[in-house]
């Protein structure tokens, strides 16, 4: 299901198991540009490459890179996806920090492979334009500077680690993994207030239908 929504695409073939399923979401600007949403495991530029290829999209139309937060299955081939693409890369300003690796991370989760600086820090509610015009919200708890990013025209999230799909319902991402559980849960209550129709987790999911009535029941549980 490779064009989940239109212009919204899940990029095949990133994951390195049938276990292990995390969500490169490529996104159609207004115009002939394109936008990426996290980049992957190290390696998994080359199923992006390749997906690219399929969809007959030039690597350089992809003209900026929007990272959710510092962990390795999400950057882990930013370096290599800047280099074929020139895009301009984005990141929270604290968790931009961390992926250059100045100062190295310290909390649950695989950090950085290596430092990438990105070209262009953001702050909470600033507007990126990519995608029809997107929303970056700072939903910190599963890494200090985790972000998500809203359409709110098409009542989109992305929502990183936020969330998790591993099964029918969204949840928050395991504890093990996440740096501040009850942060992540304000962040969540936060999220679900927000009008939300597809809910774009990276692993597991995503939730195309009601996900903010889906946000709206977990975060009842807590
Ligand atoms: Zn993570």
């Known amino acids: 299901m490779p064009e989940i929504l239109p212009g919204v695409h899940l990029v095949e073939g990133v994951d390195p198991s049938p276990d292990f399923s995390t969500h490169v979401y490529l996104l159609k600007d207004k115009g002939a540009s394109w936008t990426l949403i996290d980049t992957g495991l190290p390696g998994a530029s080359t199923a992006t490459l390749a997906y690219l290829t399929k969809i007959q999209v030039a690597p350089t139309s992809i003209k900026k890179i929007l ?20 895009a301009r890369t984005f990141a929270h300003w604290v968790e931009a920090a961390y992926i250059a690796m100045d100062p190295k991370y310290d909390g649950p989760g695989t950090p950085p492979a290596e430092p990438v600086v990105v070209d262009e820090t953001f702050k909470d509610g600033d507007a990126i334009d990519a995608a029809g015009g997107l929303i970056a919200y700072h939903t910190p708890g599963h890494t200090p500077g985790h972000s998500s990013f809203y359409q709110a025209e098409r009542k989109l999230l992305f929502s990183g680690d936020l969330f998790f799909g591993g099964g029918e319902k969204p949840t928050l991402t395991p504890p093990e993994y996440t740096l501040h559980t009850p942060t992540a849960q304000i962040s969540a209550r936060r999220m679900a207030r927000l009008s939300v129709d597809s809910l774009l987790t990276y692993h597991g999911g995503p939730f195309l239908k009601n996900g903010g009535g889906a946000m709206r029941a977990l975060t009842q549980t807590f």
């Open 67 to 86: 990272i959710t937060h510092l962990h390795r299955d999400h950057v882990g081939s930013l370096k290599v996806m800047i280099e074929k693409t020139r």
